[in-house]
């Protein structure tokens, strides 16, 4: 499996010495129950099915989602070995199973036409937009024929408060990568990469901005 290169890839919070601190700080700020639960519900996921949690972080949402459907093959990928060690603690602590890889989102180590589903919460927003593409045509080529993609991440601000907190994560994460997320563009993004049925389909408002849900359908074969 291809290992993430240590001197480009930047861990969640931004620096390794806040890896510890990452599920105080999404938990207080981003209402992350509310609207990972919403993103689960959104999936609909199914027994029997693959699932794939794309920079799954310490593992909440790859753990909520076995929770919900015991009979789902969840996996979580992430690029940094740090977090994966944490989520996998908590994966056991929480006695789910769990399995969790380590690789770039550009590079995944699955077989095409793979999953049922892949699901992914506040990553893209960390991505220079050429790495967004990747990721998206990545992402396209792992998912079976007729499957979906359910992304949560920042949006457009529903209004001036909403703009305004968001300043905040900009400078946190960089202005350049973010100002894809504001500006509404993940819906092209996906389209781009090939996915029909594109839609932006709720907004919760934060303490950071607006969080937006998305889905994406890869078209099945002969449509």
Not at 92 to 100: D, G, K, P, S, T
Not at 158 to 175: E, K
Request: proline share 4%; aromatic share 10%.
């Amino acid at each position: 499996m291809r290992k993430p290169d240590a001197k480009k890839y930047v861990p969640a919070l931004g620096w390794h010495w806040l890896t510890p601190c990452y599920d105080a700080v999404v938990q207080a700020t981003t209402r992350e129950r509310r609207f990972k639960q919403a993103l689960i519900t959104q999936a609909s996921f199914e027994p029997g099915q693959r699932v794939l949690d794309l920079a799954s972080g310490t593992g909440t949402l790859a753990i909520w989602i076995k929770q919900h459907q015991p009979h789902a093959q969840v996996t979580g990928v992430d690029g940094d070995p740090a977090i994966l060690a944490r989520a996998t603690r908590k994966a056991q602590q929480a006695e789910v199973a769990v399995q969790f890889d380590q690789a770039l989102s550009h590079h995944l180590p699955y077989p095409a036409a793979h999953f049922d589903r892949v699901v992914s919460s506040l990553f893209f927003h960390h991505l220079r937009w050429e790495d967004k593409e990747r990721t998206a045509r990545e992402l396209f080529q792992v998912l079976k024929p007729g499957a979906a993609l359910h992304v949560a991440d920042w949006g457009r601000a529903d209004n001036a408060l909403m703009r305004g907190l968001f300043l905040l994560v900009q400078l946190l994460d960089g202005f350049k990568t973010t100002q894809d997320n504001v500006s509404g563009k993940l819906v092209t993004l996906f389209e781009a990469a090939g996915f029909v049925d594109v839609q932006q389909r709720q907004t919760f408002h934060t303490l950071l901005g607006t969080m937006a849900l998305y889905s994406a359908v890869k078209p099945a074969q002969g449509s």
